[in-house]
């Protein structure tokens, strides 16, 4: 996925230029409102999202949310504003697509918080966040915020969220235009529900002169679930340090899907795992967003490897110590599969990496019984080259165990025709699989995967949705056992032509590519 190693510091340099820029000046006063909710917890944070509401009669241009969190409480990653921080107190300024709200309109920002405390002191555009109270009654409490989920059981849902000021009567949980529950404290439990069954839920408070508006909503869903697909069906790639990432809970709530492949885990120095070379393995962006991603219902699978940094094959000196830097990870997370990106030269292209990445897997394969190993690499329009080739080659005289030969089919000057040149380079792959392994057609389709890029590639081969709907139908018929792209981040649209970090470069619907490939 080369995009990555051209946008990675351009990006992060362009939104520190942005947001210093900005911070010169502050959006004027306006009548707005800010309502916060959690869109989802775990035991050490939460993921969570302003929806800001113009509540005036005249359109405005811009806005700011502040707020302070409480001590213990830190800002994480965030997505769709320009997010600082002095101390515990948080700043957000729109973006510059989302600033201008006419009468009535609103938008939202997400963030995650490590730690347990919610927003407070918020004012929005100078104002409070909540208005003073209910426009329509102004004698009615305000609009309850922080609604969240605190548990769940096969038949209840557990919410709480936060108080309004002034004179209280009680709260009503609703399920659409249904009164759940109503209470006088700001906690509530929605009993008698069914097993494995999806929910959506607001809160409003009330006392004698009326009742507030209803919150933003929350999601939940009862346990209970049996069954299960594939860890590797479809799984697209999810970057949390670039592209302004996208809030997890958000896309699978809006697309179904519910596996990301996680990327990157990089060489920390030596042979130390880290995310994105830096990072630690828990306690971190890339954490947060994993538990995020459970805490909706998902799980993930890390991705080794990827075209930029230092990479963990060239830096272990063998295949056990570069086992036991992949197992570090698994027993991070309790992995079910890892995928290893192994696309740069220095793994790639250099056979005695090559061999040690897979003698490594091979050992990952006897350590963790039932885990599924996925090697992720390029392709030529008509299926692998010489060093694709090699590997697939080593893995069957090795018997290494790779349950997934994933190809890039992207950037190899593929012309006007994806749709061709994929199925092309995914027949030359099947044929490699065969020639090595003595493999049935079934059999190797079976060992095989898709790695899209939505949108525009680097070199401006076009995958449109219809294109990528008609790939996936394609491979969903020959049985594979993956189907992905790169990457969410850049699932939303932006026609003119450009490549960049956070759009396809299309004229699209936002999470477009993700919808299709969950339909794998």
Request: glycine share 14%; aromatic share 8%; proline share 5%.
């Amino acid at each position: 996925m080369r995009l990555r190693s051209r946008l990675g510091t351009l990006a992060a340099a362009l939104t520190t230029a942005v947001v210093a820029g900005a911070l010169l000046a502050a959006p004027p006063a306006s009548a707005a409102t800010a309502a916060f909710v959690r869109t989802s917890s775990w035991s050490s944070g939460y993921e969570a999202r302003f929806t800001v509401t113009n509540d005036s009669s005249a359109a405005i241009s811009s806005w700011n949310v502040q707020f302070d969190l409480p001590s213990g409480s830190t800002l994480g990653s965030f997505w769709d504003a320009r997010l600082t921080t002095s101390g515990q107190h948080v700043t957000a300024l729109n973006q510059s697509w989302n600033g201008a709200l006419a009468p009535g309109a609103s938008t939202s920002f997400g963030f995650v918080v490590a730690g347990t405390g919610d927003p407070v002191n918020c004012t929005v555009n100078g104002g409070s966040c909540t208005g003073g109270g209910n426009p329509g009654n102004p004698g009615a409490p305000a609009t309850p915020g922080g609604l969240r989920v605190t548990g769940t059981t096969a038949s209840s849902v557990a919410l709480a969220w936060t108080a309004v000021s002034g004179t209280v009567t009680g709260y009503r949980v609703y399920e659409g235009s249904t009164v759940k529950a109503t209470v006088t404290g700001t906690s509530a439990t929605v009993s008698g529900l069914a097993a494995c069954s999806g929910h959506s839920y607001t809160v409003t408070a009330y006392n004698g002169n009326g009742e507030s508006a209803k919150s933003p909503a929350v999601s939940a869903s009862t346990t209970g679930c049996t069954g299960g697909g594939s860890a590797m069906a479809a799984a697209p790639y999810l970057y949390p340090g670039w592209g302004d990432p996208p809030a997890p809970a958000t896309v699978m709530g809006a697309t179904g899907i519910k596996w990301f492949t996680i990327a990157f885990v990089l060489s920390g120095g030596g042979c130390t795992p880290a995310w994105d070379g830096n990072g630690p393995l828990t306690g971190g962006t890339h954490a947060a967003t994993i538990a995020a991603i459970k805490a909706a219902g998902g799980d993930v699978i890390p991705s080794f490897g990827g075209w930029s940094g230092n990479k963990l094959g060239p830096n272990c000196s063998s295949a056990a110590a570069l086992a036991g830097a992949y197992q570090q990870v698994i027993n991070a997370y309790g992995l079910k599969a890892i995928d290893i990106d192994i696309e740069n030269s220095d793994e790639f292209e250099n056979e005695v990496v090559q061999d040690r990445i897979l003698d490594a897997l091979k050992i990952v394969k006897q350590n963790n019984p039932g885990i599924k190993t996925i090697v992720t690499f390029g392709t030529s329009t008509t299926g692998p080259a010489y060093h694709g080739t090699r590997l697939i080659n080593q893995a069957a005289a090795k018997n290494a165990g790779i349950d997934v030969f994933t190809i890039m089919p992207f950037d190899f000057g593929g012309g006007a025709n994806m749709y061709q040149n994929t199925v092309n380079a995914a027949e030359g792959l099947k044929t490699a699989l065969k020639n090595a392994f003595g493999w049935s057609d079934a059999t190797a389709y079976a060992h095989m995967g898709l790695s899209g890029m939505n949108g525009l590639s680097d070199q401006q081969e076009l995958t449109s949705p219809a294109t990528w709907t008609q790939i996936r139908d394609w491979a969903k018929a020959r049985g594979l056992a993956r189907f992905t792209f790169w990457s969410v981040n850049r699932d939303r649209p932006c026609a003119g032509g450009g490549v960049v970090s956070n759009c396809s470069g299309i004229a699209q619907n936002t999470w477009e590519f993700t919808r299709i490939t969950a339909g794998f």
